[in-house]
């Protein structure tokens, strides 16, 4: 069966501090792979989407940049954290075939900028 | 914008009750699907309905799509405590999906 693993869990680091947030996939081959944000009490924005090994698609330009060196790896980065950076990333990843399939979850990241 | 959109945007009922939660949309889709997130969680699929199709039941869960009207509606029957959670739809385009901002189901016992 396939899991989806995030780390850390929790993260709370100060302005200006560099980010790397990462995720993998296992059980699955050639899957597509997405970072969204989720503030407090609202609904996701998806960041970064990525179909293949180097191909990142990027949906909201910021503070922030994706990378996939392995076919199930995506890490989320930021060389210098803001404040408005805090939130709710969560990884999600869906079949690799044509068309909006069901996505796959992982636990999340709670990150707090202080 | 794409996104879907929830109404209400908050719930309560009673267990044993129906809850019912909508969503509204702008284009076209490829498919419109439902998640629920409990608190701090990631977000778990519920059901996936094509544009093609106009409903869909997976156990105590039914969705219908009207394409006309660019809506959606997910059905949660005879809710249990267990089913409290924030209720999202999402809108499939290409190889993205386009969440709303969701419903915050409250399930007293």
């Known amino acids: 069966s396939q899991t989806i693993h995030q780390w850390p869990a929790t993260l709370v680091q100060p302005v200006g501090s560099p980010l790397s947030l990462e995720c993998t996939v296992e059980g699955t081959s050639n899957p597509n792979l997405y970072w969204y944000r989720q503030a407090a009490g609202r609904g996701l924005q998806l960041l970064f989407y990525s179909v293949g090994i180097g191909q990142i698609s990027s949906e909201v330009p910021q503070n922030l940049s994706a990378s996939r060196p392995q076919d199930r790896q995506f890490i989320l980065s930021s060389k210098k954290l803001l404040l408005s950076d805090s939130g709710f990333y969560l990884c999600?990843?869906?079949?690799?075939?044509?068309?909006?399939?069901?996505?796959?979850f992982g636990p999340g990241t709670r990150l707090t900028v202080t | 914008s794409q996104q879907g959109e929830e109404d209400p945007q908050a719930l309560s009922i009673q267990e044993g009750e129906n809850a019912t939660m909508n969503c509204s949309y702008k284009?076209?889709?490829?498919?419109l699907q439902w998640y629920r997130q409990n608190s701090g969680r990631g977000l778990v699929h519920l059901i996936l309905i094509r544009s093609n199709e106009r409903e869909k039941h997976s156990g105590r869960l039914r969705v219908t799509l009207d394409t006309s009207k660019k809506s959606s509606s997910l059905l949660i029957t005879a809710s249990r405590a267990a089913d409290t959670a924030s209720y999202f739809c999402a809108v499939g385009y290409g190889n993205k999906l386009v969440f709303g901002a969701g419903t915050i189901l409250r399930v007293k016992s």
């Open positions: 284009t076209s889709i490829n498919n």
């Open positions: 999600a990843w869906t079949k690799g075939a044509s068309g909006p399939l069901e996505q796959y």
